[in-house]
T-cell receptor, first 118, second 113 residues
């Protein structure tokens, strides 16, 4: 089974509107972390937001928020007030295990290409 | 700039040649990861270093691939006898002890002709 599933290969959004990018994950480890990265055409992966499995509140970072629904194993990214510069690939990722103990493997989804229209 | 750096940014080589990539992580980060990313896919884990020790290797890392991290600082990834299927973006990421997230370098794009 896929560890991370992103079912939207491509999305369009109008500038200044909000958009939700979907992500579901699969793990039996009680301790895990969920991440979203942005990858512009230049190729560099840019960290956006993090949610720990024990965090009670949804993570927020500026215009980014993570809609964490633990029972459904989903971790959707919400981008508010989209900007043209948000056009990029977006990857959901998961780290299994406690972060301070040795090796933690990170799993990435196949990504969603977001296009922001003016 | 104190981020992760990778060199070269682009490498074009002929099949059968050897190539070596370098990654310089953020200086205080003791954990270093190598990933491979093919077009339209997310990064796939290749190998992991904690300080100078290579603790994990993916099955993707065939015997033509070797990675080192001498003295726990920079790391190199070498591919011997390159094949066209090795064409991909090779990403390096580092992570500090108290950090959850990984910080990625700009990647090295390899094209094998």
């Amino acid at each position: 089974a896929q560890k991370i599933t992103q079912t939207q290969p491509g999305m369009f959004v109008q500038e200044k509107e909000a958009v939700t990018l979907d992500c579901t994950y699969d793990t039996s480890d009680p301790s895990y972390g969920l991440f979203w990265y942005k990858q512009p055409s230049s190729g560099e992966m840019i960290f956006l937001i993090y949610q720990g499995s024990y965090d009670q509140q949804n993570a927020t970072e500026g215009r980014y928020s993570l809609n964490f629904q633990k029972a459904r194993k989903s971790a959707n990214l919400v981008i508010s007030a989209s900007q043209l510069g948000d056009s990029a690939m977006y990857f959901c990722a998961m780290r299994e295990g406690v972060p301070l103990l040795g090796f933690n493997k990170f799993y990435f989804g196949s990504g969603t290409k977001l296009n922001v229209k003016p | 700039d104190t981020g992760v750096s990778q060199n070269p940014r682009h490498k074009i080589t002929k099949r059968g040649q050897n190539v070596t990539f370098r990654c310089d992580p953020i200086s205080e980060h003791n954990r270093l990861y190598w990933y491979r990313q093919t077009l339209g896919q997310g990064p796939e884990f290749l190998t992991y270093f904690q300080n100078e020790a290579q603790l994990e290797k993916s099955r993707l890392l065939s015997d033509r691939f070797s990675a080192e991290r001498p003295k726990g600082s920079f790391s190199t990834l070498e591919i011997q006898r390159t094949e066209q299927g090795d064409s991909a973006m090779y990403l390096c990421a580092s992570r500090g002890l108290l950090y959850n997230e990984q910080f990625f370098g700009p990647g090295t794009r390899l094209t094998v002709l």
